[in-house]
């Protein structure tokens, strides 16, 4: 089978071209009928595999994305349609792209399918198979079909979620059907195929929707400084006081995060730190640890509020992989007085 798109030679299985990226279009009558013999038999003619090529193709690594297996050759993942990481463009900061996909990108989750539509402003329109679903925030959901069974899903630690301001019910949508869902602002659809075992912590609020195997929890972020106005005392949150923290115990899961702006990937190696603006991050690997830094003048008239305080960042330290949005909020309160703070380190200017 070969792509429309670009010509190259696509597995029988895949669901994107390993070129171009580009979904796989099969025809009804190709759907049901078996592969030409030409290229099921064991050694095929020269034409089809030189004598150079290997009869059938190795595995070189896997998608970092899905975890299905992919060649050194190709360029997306055919399984899940993201750009390999490998051939991935890095900068000579270290930073690279989140694997695209492209517009009318196809991802499948058991028996049922997500189609990403849009780059603006994407939707994620879910094909529900029967006895699959997926949960969500009810600010989120797009349209559905009237038959679409919609419930709500209890959350753990319910008293602990209601005094953080947590929400205490999540919305659950049971196949069969068709669902979709969007955030409502410009920005970029992240899917996370999450693999058994696998974890990933998100900053609030970036949780588009999750199949039902995948499992929420959230735990407290450390990291805070107070101000001082007068007689007032008032706590800051730069990344949030919670984390959610998402896992797929036993079976592979889908979860999809929105991010505004661009979002950007980078691998810490053990011990390596990176600092970044604590209101652009969007997601880290548990391993990866974080706290305040502080960026400030050496001068002796300067106090250690106001001016001298604005440069405040949150240092990453892997192992792991960390995620940064290009639209970020101003941090609240980093220009006033500060009084106390959670675990930081310094540099004077």
Same mark, same amino acid.
């Given at each position: 089978m070969f792509c429309n798109?670009?010509?190259?030679?696509?597995?029988? *299985?895949?669901?994107?071209?390993?070129?171009?990226?580009?979904?796989?279009?099969?025809? +009804?009558?190709?759907?049901?009928?078996?592969? !030409?013999?030409?290229y099921a038999a064991p050694s095929p003619p020269p034409m089809?595999? @030189?004598?150079? =090529?290997?009869?059938? !193709?190795? &595995?070189?690594?896997?998608?970092?994305?899905?975890?299905?297996?992919?060649?050194?050759? =190709?360029?997306?993942?055919?399984?899940?349609?993201?750009?390999? +990481?490998?051939?991935?463009?890095?900068t000579r900061s270290g930073w690279s792209q989140a694997?695209?996909?492209?517009?009318?990108?196809?991802?499948?989750?058991? $028996?049922?399918?997500?189609?990403?539509?849009?780059a603006y402003v994407p939707v994620a329109d879910m094909n529900l198979a029967a006895g699959d679903s997926v949960y969500f925030t009810h600010h989120? /959901?797009?349209?559905?079909?009237?038959?679409?069974?919609?419930?709500?899903?209890?959350?753990?630690?319910?008293?602990?979620?209601?005094?953080?301001? /947590?929400?205490?019910?999540?919305?659950?949508?049971?196949? !069969?059907g068709r669902i979709a869902f969007s955030k409502d602002e410009p920005g970029e659809l992240i899917p996370f195929c999450l693999q058994p075992g696998r974890s990933i912590?998100?900053?609030? &609020?970036?949780?588009?929707?999750?199949?039902?195997?995948?499992?929420?929890?959230?735990?407290? *972020?450390?990291?805070?400084?107070?101000?001082?106005?007068?007689?007032?005392?008032?706590? &800051?949150? @730069?990344?949030?006081?919670?984390? $959610?923290?998402? *896992?797929?115990?036993?079976?592979?899961? /889908? /979860?999809l995060l929105h991010a505004a702006g661009n979002i950007f990937t980078r691998d810490l190696g053990y011990g390596q730190t990176i600092?970044?603006?604590?209101?652009?991050?969007?997601?880290? $690997? !548990?391993?990866? $640890?974080?706290h305040l830094h502080f960026e400030h003048p050496n001068v002796q008239f300067m106090s250690w509020g106001s001016w001298g305080n604005r440069y405040l960042w949150l240092r990453l330290t892997g192992p792991g992989r960390v995620a940064i949005q290009s639209v970020f909020d101003r941090i609240e309160g980093e220009s006033r007085n500060m009084t106390r703070w959670s675990n930081a380190t310094a540099t004077r200017w």
């Open positions: 798109n670009c010509g190259a030679r696509i597995p029988e *299985t895949a669901n994107f071209c390993v070129g171009c990226g580009n979904p796989v279009k099969r025809s +009804e009558a190709a759907t049901a009928a078996p592969p !030409p013999p030409a089809y595999a @030189p004598a150079a =090529q290997p009869a059938a !193709p190795s &595995h070189d690594s896997n998608c970092s994305w899905c975890g299905a297996a992919v060649e050194l050759s =190709q360029l997306s993942c055919p399984m899940c349609g993201a750009t390999l +990481e490998k051939h991935a463009a890095v694997p695209g996909r492209k517009d009318m990108a196809k991802l499948q989750f058991g $028996d049922s399918f997500c189609q990403i539509e849009g989120v /959901l797009l349209w559905k079909d009237p038959h679409v069974n919609i419930t709500t899903m209890s959350l753990k630690g319910a008293w602990k979620r209601m005094f953080a301001g /947590l929400p205490l019910i999540m919305t659950q949508a049971q196949g !069969p912590d998100v900053r609030e &609020h970036m949780l588009l929707a999750a199949t039902s195997n995948v499992t929420y929890d959230w735990f407290q *972020t450390g990291v805070w400084f107070e101000t001082k106005n007068g007689d007032d005392t008032e706590t &800051h949150y @730069p990344v949030g006081a919670f984390m $959610d923290r998402f *896992t797929a115990p036993q079976t592979p899961g /889908l /979860l600092l970044v603006k604590p209101t652009a991050l969007v997601f880290k $690997d !548990p391993t990866v $640890d974080m």
